[in-house]
């Protein structure tokens, strides 16, 4: 298994700041991860901030919302990576479902799960490749 990458340790380290910081008034919260979005020139603390604003159910306008998601379809990649990290399933459907991933997206999420060994989104993203592409049989000739 390769080791994470310095970004993606960079990624989980300011997600776990962002959880600390939860507040119990969600637009407090919202406003203050999109400020951090906005302001911020570290990419791995842009892209934690988008996921957990593209994700909090209150306090984000419409327009937050949308700038989080246009940051996460370009970080596809890296936003799926860090969601396979933490096994949030649910998450990773609601992007798919989104129409976020290509097939090409979905071989390489298949991959990293599997090198980390993320049984849960490694099972679920088998699932949807059958169910979206199937598996083509090789042949192996004697």
Do not use: C
């Amino acid at each position: 298994m390769r080791e994470k990458s310095d970004f993606l340790k960079d990624v989980e380290i300011a997600v776990q700041g962002l959880e600390r910081q939860k507040r119990e008034n969600p637009q407090e919260e919202g406003e203050k991860v999109y400020r951090k979005f906005k302001e911020s020139d570290k990419e791995a603390v842009r892209l934690a901030a988008a996921l957990r604003g593209f994700f909090l159910r209150e306090g984000v306008s419409e327009t937050q919302r949308e700038a989080f998601g246009n940051y996460i379809k370009e970080q596809i990649l890296a936003a799926s990576e860090e969601l396979i990290e933490e096994e949030d399933v649910e998450k990773i459907a609601y992007l798919e479902g989104l129409g976020w991933f290509d097939r090409e997206h979905l071989d390489a999420f298949i991959r990293i799960a599997r090198e980390r060994q993320k049984t849960a989104a490694l099972v679920w993203l088998m699932h949807l490749k059958d169910k979206k592409y199937g598996y083509s049989e090789k042949s192996f000739p004697i």
